[in-house]
DNA sequence: GGCTAAGTTTAGCACTGGCTAAACTTTATG
DNA sequence: CATAAAGTTTAGCCAGTGCTAAACTTAGCC
């Protein structure tokens, strides 16, 4: 996504920008807070584990840890567990607390526990700074 | 994708499912919302326009609008403006009015204007009809 | 130790959504 | 009304994310 500046800076098409952007770390982030999560609760993530849960194939998981190894966020040997570099590691504890702060503000809501769940999933990589720090201050006060 | 591995993988995945076939109708909204705003405002939308406010090049636009036109959802004749069919206006006005609700919570939370707008944008895609429910009250009862 | 099942990787395909460069059509101007 | 400018389309490339089928490795069990 190379956009060589100039005259092409439109300030309407920033915002579709920016999603495009998200999309492209969107991914990597589920890979890697599913990892984290995997780890927490097994003491290892197998790709089988995070091709269930991701419902993709064993294969797409494979591909995909490829390039995210390549990005320096995950390490792998062939055949064996996946493990988080010390980035891999930062970028899952911003995403869960992302992921926290959402999904709680969803629910003081009063969203339903299954929906919280399934739109934070969505929504947590398009929230900025400022959103999130709203929605946790909303939450501090205790929803009002 | 046979998962029966247990409920938890499977209820797990369902947000990632849901969440890659939101990204599938996402561009489809981006386009209709945005052919339907500049038919309003000028009358006529022209594809320079959609790639200029989009942030991409003219060639992506023909592209996808020629899918989109597979999809009966634009119609277009060669060196033409792009019109939508009654069933893209159906989705741009649902995609409007999704896109009312959320960048209006996000002001009512104290959001700031641009911010509220960037976001709302990344957002609406991901909002379910009872999120959007709960945005539109907590809309209506003055953020609160 | 050898077999088999489970897990993992490779190979190869499809589609989406980007891009640039070149060709073509429409429109505007002198 | 001819031609240049602007707008649009085509052609061809690339990367990402998905799939299935087949090959390979590891691990568990006689």
Redesign the interface.
């Known amino acids: 996504m190379t ?1 060589k500046k100039g005259q ?1 800076a ?1 300030l ?8 495009r952007a ?2 492209q770390g ?1 991914l990597a982030g ?1 890979y890697v807070e599913l990892i984290a999560d995997l780890i927490d609760e097994k003491g290892e993530a197998r790709g089988t ?1 995070v091709a ?6 064993n294969a797409t998981v494979v591909k995909t840890l490829k390039r995210l190894q390549e990005g320096g966020i995950v390490a792998q040997e062939p055949y064996r567990a996946i493990f988080l570099t010390p980035e891999g590691w930062k970028m899952a504890d911003e995403g869960r607390r992302k992921h926290r702060i959402v999904e709680g503000f ?1 629910l003081a ?4 526990a299954e ?5 934070a ?3 947590e ?4 700074a ?2 999130l720090r ?2 946790a201050k ?1 939450l501090a006060r205790g929803g ?1």
């Not at 269930?52 to 194939?57: A, D, K, T, W």
């Not at 929906?115 to 739109?119: F, M, Y």
């Not at 990589?125 to 900025?128: A, E, F, I, P, R």
Request: charged share 30%.
């Open positions: 956009f092409t439109r309407r098409s920033a915002a579709f920008r920016r999603i998200d999309h969107e589920d584990d269930m849960r991701l419902g993709v194939s969803l809501l009063g969203i339903s929906t919280a769940r399934l739109d999933e969505g929504i990589h398009h929230v900025s400022e959103t709203a929605m909303f009002s």
